[in-house]
Nanobody, 122 residues
Framework: QVQLVESGGGLVPAGGSLRLSCAVS????????MGWFRQAPGKEREFVLA????????LYADSVKGRFTISRDNAKNTVYLQMNSLKPEDTAVYYC???????????????WGQGTQVTVSS
C-alpha cells in the first residue's frame, strides 16, 4: 500500500524559507511523477509544481516559479519542496501527490498525503 506523509510545515515570516518533505512508502519514488498542491482557507486546491520520475520535466505554477523547487532523494524515498522568498499568499495546507504523469491536474494523481500547514506572516 502506497502512503505519503508530509512534514516540515510551520510558521515563517514573509521572505523566509521552508523545506517540506514527502516521505513515500510502499513503492519507490523513481516510478512516480510527484506533485505538490496547496489549499488556502476558503479556496480551491491549486497546483504548485510537479516533476516526472526522472525530473527531466518540471512544471511550475506561475505564482511560485523562481521561488519554489522540487527535489528527490531516492535513497530516502523522499521528495522535497524547497520554498524561498515566502509571501503571505503562500499560506495554505500543502499536499504531495504521486501518480503516473506530471500534470497540473490533481485528478491525475493516484496517491495523496494528509497535508502540512504552512503559514507565512506579514
Amino acid at each position: 500500500q502506497v502512503q505519503l506523509v508530509e512534514s516540515g510545515g510551520g510558521l515563517v515570516p514573509a521572505g523566509g524559507s521552508l523545506r517540506l518533505s514527502c516521505a513515500v512508502s510502499g513503492r519507490t519514488i523513481s516510478t512516480f511523477a510527484m506533485g505538490w498542491f496547496r489549499q488556502a482557507p476558503g479556496k480551491e486546491r491549486e497546483f504548485v509544481l510537479a516533476d516526472n520520475w526522472s525530473s527531466s520535466n518540471i512544471l511550475y505554477a506561475d505564482s511560485v516559479k523562481g521561488r519554489f523547487t522540487i527535489s528527490r532523494d531516492n535513497a530516502k524515498n523522499t521528495v522535497y519542496l524547497q520554498m524561498n522568498s515566502l509571501k503571505p499568499e503562500d499560506t495554505a495546507v500543502y499536499y504531495c501527490a504521486a501518480g503516473r504523469l506530471a500534470t497540473r491536474r490533481g485528478e491525475s494523481y493516484n496517491f495523496w498525503g494528509q497535508g502540512t500547514q504552512v503559514t507565512v506572516s506579514s
